[in-house]
C-alpha cells in the first residue's frame, strides 16, 4: 500500500513561471514531511521541510504548504529555472521514527 | 558538510554472483539506510540500521542482507544475484532522530 503518492510523474514548465508539485499521504501519524531533488547519476539532496504543526515553510523560491485536513502537501519553486529540472520526491517519517517513505517522484522539466 | 560515499558507482555482475556493496559516512550518524530506486517506484526501503550491529527490514528485504560492523559503514548483500536486481542503490545516514536523511551518490548495478 502506497503511503505516499505523486500522482504526477512528469511536469513540464516555462522558465520564469511557477511550478507546482504536489504528493498527498494516507497515514495521519505522518507529523514531518521533506522533499528531495534528485539529478541523473546523483544521490537525492535535501531541499526544504515542514512540521505537522505548520501549515507553510518558505526557503527562498521554494515554498512548502501542508492541508493536514486533506493529507496533501504541494511544493511551490517561483520562478522557476532550468537548474530546477530534476526528479522531486516527497517523503514522510512518523513520531520521531528514523524511516521515511518516499513518493514515487516527479519528473520536473523547466523548458527555456 | 556530511559525506556519505559508496564503493562503486558503476556494477555489472553476472546471475548468481555475491554481490557487496559498501557505504561510508564521515559524520559519526547512527542511522544508516539502503533503498533501490526503480522508474515508477520511488525510493523503496531494503534495510536501515540504527546501531552497529543492529539491523532492521525495510519494504522489501528479500534476497538481500546487510552487515553494520562499524558505526561508519553499512554494507548491502545480495547474497545471489538475480536480473529482477538490476536497480540503482541508494544508501543514506541520519543522526538521531532527526528524519533528514543524507544520501551518497548510488550505485547502479546491472545483474546480466
Known amino acids: 500500500d502506497q503511503q505516499v503518492k505523486q500522482n504526477s510523474p512528469s511536469l513540464s514548465v516555462q522558465e520564469g513561471r511557477i511550478s507546482i508539485l504536489n504528493c498527498d499521504y494516507t497515514n495521519s501519524m505522518f507529523d514531518y514531511f521533506l522533499w528531495y531533488k534528485k539529478y541523473p ?20 523560491r521554494f515554498t512548502v504548504f501542508l492541508n493536514k485536513s ?40 523547466i523548458n527555456p | 558538510d556530511v559525506k556519505v560515499t559508496q564503493s562503486s558507482r558503476y556494477l555489472v555482475k553476472r546471475t548468481g554472483e555475491k554481490v557487496f556493496l559498501e557505504c ?21 526501503l531494503i534495510y536501515f540500521s540504527y546501531d552497529v550491529k543492529m539491523k532492521e527490514k525495510g519494504d522489501i528485504p528479500e534476497g538481500y542482507s546487510v552487515s553494520r560492523e562499524k558505526k ?10 538475480s536480473t529482477n536486481q538490476t536497480s540503482m542503490y541508494l544508501c543514506a545516514s541520519s543522526l538521531g532522530w532527526d528524519p533528514e536523511q543524507f544520501f551518497g551518490p548510488g550505485t547502479r548495478l546491472t545483474v546480466l
Open chain 2, 72 to 81: 561508519e559503514r553499512f554494507s548491502l548483500i545480495l547474497e545471489s544475484a
Open chain 1, 41 to 60: 547519476a546523483e544521490g537525492p539532496t535535501f531541499l526544504i521541510s515542514i512540521s505537522s504543526i505548520k501549515d507553510k515553510n518558505e526557503d527562498g
Open chain 1, 70 to 109: 486533506a493529507k496533501h502537501l504541494s511544493l511551490h519553486i517561483v520562478p522557476s529555472q532550468p537548474g530546477d529540472s530534476a526528479v522531486y520526491f516527497c517523503a514522510a517519517s512518523e513520531g520521531g521514527a528514523q524511516k521515511l517513505v518516499f513518493g514515487q517522484g516527479t519528473r520536473l522539466t
Open chain 2, 24 to 44: 561510508v559516512q564521515d559524520m559519526d550518524h547512527e542511522n544508516m539506510f539502503w533503498y533501490r530506486q526503480d522508474p515508477g517506484l520511488g525510493l523503496r
